[in-house]
């Protein structure tokens, strides 16, 4: 959502800051990924801390594709790259919030199912485009859930931010399935498993 939202909006303001630095953007995804990972590791001691590394994280995950533009290195692999280290970091958070409550099983069972749901919402995009339907719909795209993660870490309010995420999470994959269905439904794809 947010992403559709912006778009490439933030390419201008930030594309002197990245031509200035002009290193490969697969560096800002390898960096952002081991903030990210440290994210994970310091929100199962410290709320607040892992709340500001998740959002140092993400601006550097952001920082990745708008140097791949503006510099004229867009990759497949870039791409690709991004992809799955965007996935272990996602595992990463959350695990590291279901660390932190880890004496509260509703709180375990959220966080773990927030995560099911984060993994089936990337999972069905790529199976939709390896379909050769796209696949961007739903509330709850990587983006909302950095954010939501990091308000909730650094207001102390994991608990209910993982009830909202958990809920909205699964629901963006209902979403997902029913863009596909509709896409094939009209297109005559075979709707087989």
Same mark, same amino acid.
């Given at each position: 959502?947010?992403?559709?939202?912006?778009?490439?909006?933030?390419?201008?303001?930030?594309?002197?800051?990245?031509?200035?630095?002009?290193?490969?953007?697969?560096?800002?995804?390898?960096?952002?990924?081991?903030?990210?990972a440290a994210a994970g590791?310091?929100?199962?001691?410290?709320?607040?801390?892992?709340?500001?590394?998740? &959002?140092? +994280?993400? !601006? #550097?995950?952001?920082?990745?594709?708008?140097? /791949?533009?503006?510099? %004229?290195?867009?990759?497949?692999? *870039?791409?690709?790259?991004?992809?799955?280290?965007?996935?272990?970091?996602?595992?990463?958070?959350?695990?590291?919030?279901?660390?932190?409550?880890?004496?509260?099983?509703?709180?375990?069972?959220?966080?773990?199912?927030? &995560?099911? +749901?984060? !993994? #089936?919402?990337?999972?069905?995009?790529?199976? /939709?485009?390896?379909? %050769?339907?796209?696949?961007?719909? *739903?509330?709850?795209?990587?983006?909302?859930?950095?954010?939501?993660?990091?308000?909730?870490?650094?207001?102390?309010?994991?608990?209910?931010?993982?009830?909202?995420?958990?809920?909205?999470?699964?629901?963006?994959?209902?979403?997902?399935?029913?863009?596909?269905?509709?896409?094939?439904?009209?297109?005559?794809?075979?709707?087989?498993?």
């Open positions: 959502m947010i992403s559709s939202l912006l778009g490439h909006s933030l390419d201008k303001p930030f594309a002197p800051l990245v031509r200035k630095i002009n290193i490969n953007p697969n560096i800002f995804t390898v960096f952002g990924f081991a903030v990210t590791a310091a929100i199962s001691q410290n709320l607040r801390l892992g709340g500001a590394l998740i &959002l140092a +994280g993400g !601006f #550097l995950d952001m920082l990745d594709g708008i140097a /791949a533009r503006t510099n %004229g290195r867009v990759t497949d692999f *870039g791409a690709f790259l991004d992809s799955v280290l965007d996935r272990y970091s996602d595992a990463f958070l959350f695990l590291g919030a279901a660390w932190y409550l880890r004496e509260d099983l509703t709180g375990v069972v959220l966080s773990t199912g927030t &995560l099911v +749901g984060a !993994f #089936l919402i990337s999972y069905s995009r790529a199976r /939709a485009e390896g379909l %050769g339907k796209e696949c961007k719909s *739903g509330l709850m795209e990587r983006p909302e859930r950095i954010l939501l993660l990091a308000l909730g870490a650094l207001t102390g309010w994991l608990l209910p931010v993982l009830w909202a995420m958990f809920f909205l999470t699964h629901i963006t994959v209902i979403q997902r399935l029913y863009h596909v269905w509709s896409l094939m439904s009209k297109g005559g794809g075979s709707g087989q498993a």
